[in-house]
């Protein structure tokens, strides 16, 4: 079947510095990512939108500056949160969409919790 | 506007019952897909279900169906049989069929608790 692992599951970091996370699909070819922010009131955000060989593409308020995102295959992504401050925490989920078969369906981890002290 | 509410915030039953738990949406497409997620208290996303707003068959996938009423734009997942580990906040979401494909747009959850 369909997994998506993500990792680390959590970090703390300190005020101000950075927290990196991978993606990483297994059982299918993942050629679009989607890396979502989950906030502490269970609300979803959309942070960008990454296609293997297409240019990533920010939401509003998610910049490359502060979130740069890499998708070298079809099997992996990573994500950088830089400069991590209180508002930045939050559970973030890698979704990963199948190219084949169920290609309209999202496939998610556990996501990499990110704790900011 | 894109929007998906899920109206109950939570729902508690015994186990071996069915539940039913809401879902509407808006949206200006003719075609979209509708999804169901559960949230485990790890923190995990587990797709469950989906169905294309063009079949007019209702999902199911082993304990789980959905109750499609396109007209009212409506999505409910019902849960028969219910087991302890069924616990977890169960999400609905959207997405578009034009634009991109990865968007989706997600409901507030609705947590269930399941009882011995």
């Known amino acids: 079947g369909a997994l998506v692992y993500q990792y680390p599951r959590r970090t703390i970091c300190k005020s101000g510095t950075s927290m990196r996370m991978e993606c990483q699909a297994v059982?299918?070819?993942?050629?679009?990512v989607a890396w979502y922010r989950q906030s502490p009131q269970k609300t979803f955000e959309l942070i960008a939108l990454?296609?293997?060989?297409?240019?990533?593409?920010?939401e509003q308020n998610f910049t490359q500056e502060k979130f740069p995102i890499s998708h070298p295959n079809l099997s992996f992504s990573s994500m950088t949160v830089l400069n991590a401050y209180l508002e930045d925490r939050g559970l973030y989920l890698c979704?990963?969409?199948?190219?084949?078969?169920?290609?309209?369906?999202?496939?998610f981890g556990e996501g990499s919790r990110l704790i900011v002290v | 506007a894109q929007k998906v509410t899920q109206t109950q915030t939570s729902i508690s039953v015994v186990e071996k019952t069915t539940v039913t738990m809401d879902c509407v949406y808006e949206?200006?497409?003719?075609?979209?897909?509708l999804f169901w997620y559960k949230q485990t208290a790890s923190g995990e996303i587990v797709f469950l279900i989906r169905?294309?707003?063009?079949k007019k068959e209702n999902a199911t996938v082993g304990h789980y169906s959905l109750n499609f009423q396109k007209p009212k734009s409506s999505i409910g997942l019902i849960i028969t049989a219910t087991q302890i580990e069924d616990s977890a906040v169960y999400f609905c979401?959207?997405?578009?069929?034009?634009?991109?494909?990865?968007?989706?747009?997600w409901g507030l959850g609705t947590s269930l608790v399941v009882n011995p």
């Open positions: 059982g299918f070819q993942a050629t679009s």
């Open positions: 979704g990963a969409r199948d190219s084949q078969g169920a290609g309209n369906t999202l496939y």
């Open positions: 990454s296609t293997v060989n297409s240019a990533i593409k920010y």
């Open positions: 169905q294309d707003s063009y």
């Open positions: 979401a959207m997405r578009e069929r034009v634009g991109d494909n990865s968007k989706l747009i």
């Open positions: 949206t200006r497409d003719s075609s979209y897909f």
